[in-house]
Protein backbone atom coordinates (compact mmCIF):
# COMPACT_ATOMS: atom_id res chain seq x y z
CA UNK A 1 0.00 0.00 0.00
CA UNK A 2 2.79 2.33 0.73
CA UNK A 3 4.37 1.92 -2.46
CA UNK A 4 1.28 2.13 -4.14
CA UNK A 5 1.02 5.64 -2.10
CA UNK A 6 4.32 6.53 -3.46
CA UNK A 7 3.82 5.98 -7.03
CA UNK A 8 0.47 8.11 -6.98
CA UNK A 9 2.28 11.29 -5.17
CA UNK A 10 5.10 11.01 -7.57
CA UNK A 11 1.92 10.90 -10.51
CA UNK A 12 0.37 14.02 -9.15
CA UNK A 13 3.05 15.95 -8.76
CA UNK A 14 4.30 15.02 -12.78
CA UNK A 15 0.74 15.65 -13.75
CA UNK A 16 0.73 19.27 -12.05
CA UNK A 17 4.10 19.87 -12.96
CA UNK A 18 3.10 19.52 -16.31
CA UNK A 19 0.05 21.11 -16.14
CA UNK A 20 2.58 24.20 -15.17
CA UNK A 21 4.72 23.91 -18.38
CA UNK A 22 1.84 24.19 -20.71
CA UNK A 23 0.40 26.94 -18.38
CA UNK A 24 3.45 28.34 -19.11
CA UNK A 25 3.52 28.06 -22.60
CA UNK A 26 -0.01 29.00 -22.90
CA UNK A 27 0.91 32.53 -22.03
CA UNK A 28 3.47 32.56 -25.12
CA UNK A 29 0.92 30.90 -27.03
CA UNK A 30 -2.21 33.17 -26.60
CA UNK A 31 -0.32 36.53 -26.53
CA UNK A 32 1.81 35.90 -29.25
CA UNK A 33 -1.41 34.84 -31.71
CA UNK A 34 -3.50 38.18 -30.22
CA UNK A 35 -0.25 40.02 -31.61
CA UNK A 36 -0.78 37.89 -34.91
CA UNK A 37 2.74 36.06 -34.58
CA UNK A 38 2.87 33.07 -36.68
CA UNK A 39 3.48 30.20 -34.05
CA UNK A 40 4.09 26.73 -35.73
CA UNK A 41 4.56 24.55 -32.92
CA UNK A 42 3.50 24.32 -29.08
CA UNK A 43 5.41 21.57 -27.04
CA UNK A 44 4.75 20.07 -23.93
CA UNK A 45 8.26 18.28 -22.89
CA UNK A 46 11.21 17.61 -25.12
CA UNK A 47 12.50 15.27 -26.85
CA UNK A 48 10.53 12.91 -28.81
CA UNK A 49 7.58 13.22 -29.98
CA UNK A 50 4.79 10.96 -28.43
CA UNK A 51 1.75 12.33 -29.31
CA UNK A 52 0.51 15.62 -31.59
CA UNK A 53 -2.09 17.24 -33.25
CA UNK A 54 -2.60 20.00 -35.85
CA UNK A 55 -5.38 22.83 -35.30
CA UNK A 56 -5.05 25.42 -37.89
CA UNK A 57 -1.73 27.00 -38.38
CA UNK A 58 0.10 24.97 -35.24
CA UNK A 59 0.90 21.62 -33.98
CA UNK A 60 0.04 20.97 -30.40
CA UNK A 61 1.73 18.11 -29.29
CA UNK A 62 3.46 16.38 -26.32
CA UNK A 63 7.23 15.03 -25.44
CA UNK A 64 8.94 12.27 -24.14
CA UNK A 65 10.71 14.32 -21.56
CA UNK A 66 8.64 16.47 -19.34
CA UNK A 67 10.82 18.73 -17.91
CA UNK A 68 10.26 21.52 -20.31
CA UNK A 69 8.36 23.20 -23.25
CA UNK A 70 8.33 25.61 -26.08
CA UNK A 71 6.54 27.19 -28.37
CA UNK A 72 8.23 27.84 -31.85
CA UNK A 73 7.53 31.83 -32.79
CA UNK A 74 8.76 32.37 -36.79
CA UNK A 75 11.03 35.21 -37.03
CA UNK A 76 12.71 35.63 -33.26
CA UNK A 77 15.95 36.97 -34.62
CA UNK A 78 16.34 40.07 -37.46
CA UNK A 79 18.16 39.10 -40.52
CA UNK A 80 21.78 40.68 -40.41
CA UNK A 81 22.67 43.59 -41.61
CA UNK A 82 22.77 42.37 -45.32
CA UNK A 83 19.86 41.24 -45.08
CA UNK A 84 20.52 37.73 -44.98
CA UNK A 85 19.72 34.76 -42.95
CA UNK A 86 22.21 32.45 -44.29
CA UNK A 87 25.49 31.75 -42.53
CA UNK A 88 28.15 33.39 -43.87
CA UNK A 89 31.32 32.72 -41.69
CA UNK A 90 33.33 29.69 -40.40
CA UNK A 91 34.18 30.96 -37.22
CA UNK A 92 32.68 29.07 -34.49
CA UNK A 93 31.13 31.83 -32.70
CA UNK A 94 29.30 33.21 -36.04
CA UNK A 95 28.02 30.09 -36.82
CA UNK A 96 26.06 30.07 -33.82
CA UNK A 97 24.75 33.33 -34.46
CA UNK A 98 23.64 32.64 -37.65
CA UNK A 99 22.76 28.73 -36.83
CA UNK A 100 20.11 30.65 -34.06
CA UNK A 101 19.18 33.01 -37.38
CA UNK A 102 18.27 30.94 -40.07
CA UNK A 103 16.53 28.28 -37.27
CA UNK A 104 13.99 31.58 -36.80
CA UNK A 105 13.30 31.06 -40.19
CA UNK A 106 13.41 27.62 -41.28
CA UNK A 107 9.27 27.38 -41.87
CA UNK A 108 9.39 30.82 -42.93
CA UNK A 109 5.84 30.83 -45.67
CA UNK A 110 4.75 33.34 -48.02
CA UNK A 111 3.06 36.24 -45.92
CA UNK A 112 4.65 35.65 -43.00
CA UNK A 113 6.59 38.30 -43.42
CA UNK A 114 4.42 40.89 -41.97
CA UNK A 115 4.23 37.95 -39.12
CA UNK A 116 7.85 37.67 -37.50
CA UNK A 117 8.00 38.30 -34.21
CA UNK A 118 10.92 40.35 -34.18
CA UNK A 119 8.92 42.95 -36.10
CA UNK A 120 6.75 43.51 -33.52
CA UNK A 121 6.78 46.80 -31.47
CA UNK A 122 8.67 45.76 -28.49
CA UNK A 123 6.44 46.46 -26.03
CA UNK A 124 4.60 43.71 -27.77
CA UNK A 125 7.48 41.55 -27.47
CA UNK A 126 7.86 42.09 -23.65
CA UNK A 127 4.49 41.08 -23.13
CA UNK A 128 4.91 37.79 -25.17
CA UNK A 129 8.12 37.00 -23.67
CA UNK A 130 6.75 37.72 -20.19
CA UNK A 131 3.14 35.94 -20.40
CA UNK A 132 5.29 32.75 -19.82
CA UNK A 133 6.24 33.23 -16.14
CA UNK A 134 3.36 35.91 -15.17
CA UNK A 135 1.10 32.41 -16.30
CA UNK A 136 3.49 30.60 -13.84
CA UNK A 137 3.10 33.15 -11.07
CA UNK A 138 -0.87 33.89 -11.35
CA UNK A 139 -0.88 29.60 -10.70
CA UNK A 140 1.35 29.59 -7.73
CA UNK A 141 -0.49 32.98 -6.55
CA UNK A 142 -3.94 30.59 -6.75
CA UNK A 143 -2.71 27.32 -5.37
CA UNK A 144 -1.11 29.70 -2.36
CA UNK A 145 -4.18 31.16 -1.62
CA UNK A 146 -6.24 27.97 -2.02
CA UNK A 147 -3.63 26.76 0.79
CA UNK A 148 -3.61 29.47 3.47
CA UNK A 149 -7.14 30.09 2.36
CA UNK A 150 -8.87 26.90 1.74
CA UNK A 151 -7.10 23.55 3.12
CA UNK A 152 -5.39 25.94 6.29
CA UNK A 153 -1.88 25.43 6.79
CA UNK A 154 0.05 23.14 9.89
CA UNK A 155 1.31 25.86 12.32
CA UNK A 156 2.24 25.78 16.11
CA UNK A 157 -1.03 27.17 18.66
CA UNK A 158 -0.71 28.21 21.96
CA UNK A 159 -2.15 25.01 23.59
CA UNK A 160 0.76 22.99 25.42
CA UNK A 161 1.97 19.40 23.48
CA UNK A 162 5.22 18.72 26.00
CA UNK A 163 6.59 20.44 29.02
CA UNK A 164 10.23 20.16 29.83
CA UNK A 165 10.72 18.24 32.85
CA UNK A 166 14.04 20.55 33.18
CA UNK A 167 16.15 23.77 32.01
CA UNK A 168 17.98 22.16 29.05
CA UNK A 169 19.85 24.03 25.92
CA UNK A 170 18.73 24.14 22.59
CA UNK A 171 21.59 21.09 21.83
CA UNK A 172 20.46 18.79 24.69
CA UNK A 173 17.32 16.60 24.66
CA UNK A 174 13.97 17.72 26.85
CA UNK A 175 14.65 14.55 28.58
CA UNK A 176 18.18 14.92 29.56
CA UNK A 177 17.66 15.81 33.06
CA UNK A 178 20.17 14.95 35.59
CA UNK A 179 19.39 14.73 39.10
CA UNK A 180 20.58 18.33 40.23
CA UNK A 181 19.28 19.60 36.94
CA UNK A 182 17.21 22.61 37.68
CA UNK A 183 13.32 22.37 36.87
CA UNK A 184 11.70 24.14 34.16
CA UNK A 185 9.30 26.79 34.77
CA UNK A 186 7.03 25.31 33.26
CA UNK A 187 7.13 22.32 35.09
CA UNK A 188 7.51 24.39 38.03
CA UNK A 189 4.28 26.75 37.33
CA UNK A 190 1.93 23.65 36.79
CA UNK A 191 1.49 23.75 33.00
CA UNK A 192 0.41 20.50 31.43
CA UNK A 193 -0.15 18.74 28.26
CA UNK A 194 -3.20 19.89 26.44
CA UNK A 195 -2.89 23.53 28.54
CA UNK A 196 -3.88 26.29 26.27
CA UNK A 197 -2.14 29.88 26.87
CA UNK A 198 -4.75 32.49 26.66
CA UNK A 199 -2.85 35.56 28.14
CA UNK A 200 0.93 35.67 29.84
CA UNK A 201 2.03 38.52 31.52
CA UNK A 202 -1.32 40.15 30.96
CA UNK A 203 -0.97 39.99 27.29
CA UNK A 204 -4.04 38.42 25.54
CA UNK A 205 -2.30 35.35 23.10
CA UNK A 206 -3.56 34.53 19.44
CA UNK A 207 -0.99 32.50 18.32
CA UNK A 208 2.36 30.73 19.43
CA UNK A 209 4.85 32.98 17.12
CA UNK A 210 3.13 36.07 19.92
CA UNK A 211 4.10 33.78 22.70
CA UNK A 212 7.27 32.63 21.85
CA UNK A 213 8.19 36.05 21.73
CA UNK A 214 6.97 37.29 24.84
CA UNK A 215 9.01 34.00 27.10
CA UNK A 216 12.05 34.83 25.32
CA UNK A 217 11.40 39.01 26.01
CA UNK A 218 11.07 37.67 30.02
CA UNK A 219 13.72 36.28 31.30
CA UNK A 220 14.45 36.71 35.07
CA UNK A 221 11.09 37.91 35.47
CA UNK A 222 8.08 36.37 37.27
CA UNK A 223 5.00 36.07 34.83
CA UNK A 224 1.30 35.40 35.66
CA UNK A 225 -0.03 32.84 32.70
CA UNK A 226 -3.58 32.55 32.72
CA UNK A 227 -4.29 28.76 30.76
CA UNK A 228 -7.46 26.92 29.87
CA UNK A 229 -7.08 23.29 30.99
CA UNK A 230 -8.20 20.16 28.95
CA UNK A 231 -11.69 20.35 30.51
CA UNK A 232 -12.25 23.74 29.81
CA UNK A 233 -11.68 25.43 33.37
CA UNK A 234 -9.18 28.81 33.58
CA UNK A 235 -6.78 28.71 35.66
CA UNK A 236 -3.76 31.75 36.30
CA UNK A 237 -0.10 30.05 36.80
CA UNK A 238 2.95 31.79 37.91
CA UNK A 239 6.13 31.17 36.40
CA UNK A 240 9.89 32.54 37.51
CA UNK A 241 11.04 32.59 33.07
CA UNK A 242 14.80 31.32 33.14
CA UNK A 243 17.75 32.14 31.33
CA UNK A 244 18.91 29.69 28.82
CA UNK A 245 20.15 28.97 25.22
CA UNK A 246 17.61 28.63 22.92
CA UNK A 247 17.61 28.72 18.70
CA UNK A 248 17.72 31.88 16.48
CA UNK A 249 15.00 32.66 14.66
CA UNK A 250 14.68 35.16 11.75
CA UNK A 251 12.08 38.54 11.53
CA UNK A 252 9.62 35.76 9.57
CA UNK A 253 9.82 33.64 12.26
CA UNK A 254 12.20 30.96 10.72
CA UNK A 255 15.37 29.15 12.45
CA UNK A 256 18.73 30.19 11.14
CA UNK A 257 20.77 28.01 10.62
CA UNK A 258 23.50 26.94 13.13
CA UNK A 259 22.53 30.26 15.43
CA UNK A 260 21.77 30.16 18.93
CA UNK A 261 20.45 33.32 21.30
CA UNK A 262 20.58 33.53 25.04
CA UNK A 263 16.60 34.31 26.08
CA UNK A 264 13.92 33.66 28.82
CA UNK A 265 12.77 29.32 28.55
CA UNK A 266 9.26 28.51 29.90
CA UNK A 267 10.08 25.09 28.81
CA UNK A 268 7.33 24.16 26.34
CA UNK A 269 7.02 22.20 23.28
CA UNK A 270 3.71 23.70 20.92
CA UNK A 271 1.14 21.15 19.48
CA UNK A 272 0.10 21.81 16.21
CA UNK A 273 -2.91 22.82 14.37
CA UNK A 274 -4.63 23.84 10.97
CA UNK A 275 -4.99 27.41 10.36
CA UNK A 276 -7.06 29.43 7.57
CA UNK A 277 -5.53 32.58 6.69
CA UNK A 278 -7.17 35.37 6.01
CA UNK A 279 -6.52 37.33 2.99
CA UNK A 280 -4.16 39.88 4.55
CA UNK A 281 -2.18 37.01 6.14
CA UNK A 282 -2.16 35.29 2.84
CA UNK A 283 -0.66 38.19 1.06
CA UNK A 284 2.10 38.95 4.01
CA UNK A 285 3.01 34.81 4.04
CA UNK A 286 3.13 34.87 0.27
CA UNK A 287 5.46 38.39 0.21
CA UNK A 288 7.94 36.29 2.64
CA UNK A 289 7.89 33.28 0.49
CA UNK A 290 8.52 35.45 -2.43
CA UNK A 291 11.56 37.33 -0.20
CA UNK A 292 12.94 33.79 0.28
CA UNK A 293 12.73 32.62 -3.22
CA UNK A 294 15.08 35.13 -4.32
CA UNK A 295 17.33 34.88 -1.64
CA UNK A 296 17.67 31.08 -2.02
CA UNK A 297 17.80 31.95 -6.31
CA UNK A 298 20.67 34.28 -5.22
CA UNK A 299 22.23 31.80 -3.15
CA UNK A 300 22.13 28.90 -5.24
CA UNK A 301 26.03 29.40 -6.55
CA UNK A 302 27.30 28.27 -3.05
CA UNK A 303 24.91 25.48 -3.05
CA UNK A 304 27.11 23.59 -5.57
CA UNK A 305 30.07 22.39 -3.02
CA UNK A 306 27.70 20.88 -1.27
CA UNK A 307 26.23 19.41 -4.21
CA UNK A 308 29.09 17.91 -4.93
CA UNK A 309 30.35 16.37 -1.95
CA UNK A 310 26.81 14.91 -1.18
CA UNK A 311 27.59 12.97 -4.98
CA UNK A 312 30.65 12.53 -4.58
CA UNK A 313 31.55 11.75 -0.81
CA UNK A 314 27.78 11.00 0.47
CA UNK A 315 28.27 13.81 2.64
CA UNK A 316 24.41 14.29 3.98
CA UNK A 317 22.19 17.28 2.09
CA UNK A 318 21.08 20.38 4.08
CA UNK A 319 17.78 21.00 4.31
CA UNK A 320 17.65 23.86 1.82
CA UNK A 321 19.65 22.32 -0.63
CA UNK A 322 18.58 22.75 -3.59
CA UNK A 323 16.44 20.25 -5.40
CA UNK A 324 15.02 19.70 -9.06
CA UNK A 325 12.14 17.70 -10.53
CA UNK A 326 12.98 14.50 -9.70
CA UNK A 327 13.75 15.26 -6.08
CA UNK A 328 10.60 17.22 -5.92
CA UNK A 329 8.51 14.23 -7.40
CA UNK A 330 10.74 11.60 -5.46
CA UNK A 331 9.18 14.30 -2.18
CA UNK A 332 5.95 14.36 -3.29
CA UNK A 333 6.15 10.55 -3.20
CA UNK A 334 7.49 10.44 0.10
CA UNK A 335 4.70 12.52 1.81
CA UNK A 336 1.87 10.45 0.36
CA UNK A 337 3.60 7.06 1.81
CA UNK A 338 3.71 9.06 5.05
CA UNK A 339 0.71 7.95 7.74
CA UNK A 340 -0.71 11.62 7.09
CA UNK A 341 -4.22 12.82 6.93
CA UNK A 342 -5.25 13.15 3.64
CA UNK A 343 -5.68 17.42 3.90
CA UNK A 344 -1.95 17.28 4.99
CA UNK A 345 -0.53 15.11 1.99
CA UNK A 346 -3.04 17.42 -0.18
CA UNK A 347 -1.58 20.27 1.42
CA UNK A 348 2.08 19.53 0.70
CA UNK A 349 1.84 18.73 -2.90
CA UNK A 350 -0.15 22.19 -3.21
CA UNK A 351 2.49 23.86 -1.64
CA UNK A 352 5.24 22.46 -3.95
CA UNK A 353 3.61 23.01 -7.00
CA UNK A 354 2.93 26.25 -5.70
CA UNK A 355 6.48 26.96 -4.88
CA UNK A 356 7.88 25.30 -8.34
CA UNK A 357 5.35 27.91 -10.11
CA UNK A 358 7.11 30.82 -7.87
CA UNK A 359 11.02 29.80 -9.08
CA UNK A 360 9.77 29.10 -12.25
CA UNK A 361 8.85 32.97 -12.91
CA UNK A 362 11.36 34.00 -10.61
CA UNK A 363 14.05 31.86 -12.94
CA UNK A 364 12.62 32.25 -16.19
CA UNK A 365 12.81 36.53 -15.35
CA UNK A 366 16.91 36.61 -14.93
CA UNK A 367 17.83 38.98 -17.80
CA UNK A 368 19.63 36.09 -19.60
CA UNK A 369 19.38 34.48 -22.62
CA UNK A 370 17.85 31.99 -23.61
CA UNK A 371 15.40 32.59 -20.87
CA UNK A 372 12.75 34.66 -20.97
CA UNK A 373 14.35 37.46 -19.02
CA UNK A 374 16.86 37.64 -21.81
CA UNK A 375 14.46 38.47 -24.82
CA UNK A 376 12.21 41.01 -22.19
CA UNK A 377 15.95 42.76 -21.53
CA UNK A 378 16.69 42.81 -25.26
CA UNK A 379 13.03 44.54 -26.19
CA UNK A 380 13.64 46.76 -23.22
CA UNK A 381 17.24 48.06 -24.64
CA UNK A 382 15.74 48.36 -27.97
CA UNK A 383 12.96 50.18 -26.83
CA UNK A 384 15.30 52.44 -24.25
CA UNK A 385 18.18 53.11 -28.08
CA UNK A 386 15.15 54.00 -30.32
CA UNK A 387 14.24 56.12 -27.63
CA UNK A 388 17.12 58.53 -27.47
CA UNK A 389 17.50 58.16 -31.08
CA UNK A 390 14.17 59.87 -31.12
CA UNK A 391 14.88 62.44 -28.82
CA UNK A 392 18.32 62.83 -30.54
CA UNK A 393 16.94 63.32 -33.77
CA UNK A 394 19.30 60.67 -35.02
CA UNK A 395 18.03 58.08 -37.41
CA UNK A 396 16.48 55.01 -35.99
CA UNK A 397 18.71 52.27 -34.97
CA UNK A 398 16.73 49.55 -36.15
CA UNK A 399 15.54 45.92 -33.81
CA UNK A 400 18.66 45.47 -31.52
CA UNK A 401 19.95 41.81 -32.70
CA UNK A 402 19.75 39.36 -30.08
CA UNK A 403 20.97 36.91 -32.13
CA UNK A 404 24.44 38.16 -31.42
CA UNK A 405 23.97 37.35 -27.70
CA UNK A 406 23.83 33.61 -28.98
CA UNK A 407 27.26 32.47 -27.91
CA UNK A 408 26.67 33.87 -24.33
CA UNK A 409 23.09 32.38 -24.64
CA UNK A 410 24.97 29.04 -25.06
CA UNK A 411 27.34 29.46 -21.58
CA UNK A 412 24.55 30.39 -20.00
CA UNK A 413 22.56 27.23 -21.06
CA UNK A 414 25.61 25.08 -20.53
CA UNK A 415 25.88 26.03 -17.00
CA UNK A 416 22.57 25.14 -16.70
CA UNK A 417 22.57 22.21 -17.70
CA UNK A 418 25.65 21.00 -15.83
CA UNK A 419 24.17 22.23 -12.46
CA UNK A 420 20.92 20.59 -13.45
CA UNK A 421 22.33 17.55 -13.68
CA UNK A 422 24.36 17.47 -10.70
CA UNK A 423 21.13 18.02 -8.61
CA UNK A 424 19.71 15.40 -10.54
CA UNK A 425 22.61 13.27 -9.36
CA UNK A 426 21.90 14.41 -5.51
CA UNK A 427 18.37 14.12 -6.05
CA UNK A 428 19.14 9.98 -7.00
CA UNK A 429 22.08 9.44 -4.90
CA UNK A 430 21.31 11.46 -1.83
CA UNK A 431 17.98 12.85 -1.82
CA UNK A 432 17.12 14.90 0.53
CA UNK A 433 14.39 13.39 2.76
CA UNK A 434 11.52 14.27 4.73
CA UNK A 435 11.65 14.52 8.68
Not at 5 to 14: A, E, K, N
Not at 215 to 244: C, F, M, P, W, Y
Not at 387 to 396: H, Q, S, W
Not at 404 to 415: I, S, T
Request: glycine letters at 10%; a neutral charge.
Amino acid sequence: MDKLMWVLGVLIFVVGLLFSIAWHELGHLSTAKLFGIRVPQYMVGFGRTIWSVKRGETEYGLKAIPFGGYIRMIGMFPPGADGRITKRSSSPWRSMIEDARAASYEELQPGDETRLFYTRKPWKRVIVMFAGPGMNLVLSLGLFLALFMGIGVQQAVPTVQEVSECVVPVSAKTDDCTQDAEKSPANLAGLRAGDTVLSFGGVQIHDYPQLQNLIRDSAGRQVDILVRHRGGEQQTLRADIKTNTLQAYDKDNNPIKGQTVTAGFLGITPATGVHHMTLVESADQMGSMARHSVESLTQLPGKIPGLWHAVVDGTPRDADSPIGMVGAARLGGDVFSMDLPATQRLAFSVQLLAGINLMLFLFNMLPLLPLDGGHIAGALWESLRRGFARLLRRPDPGPFDVARLMPLAYVVAGVFICFTGLVMAADIVNPVRIN
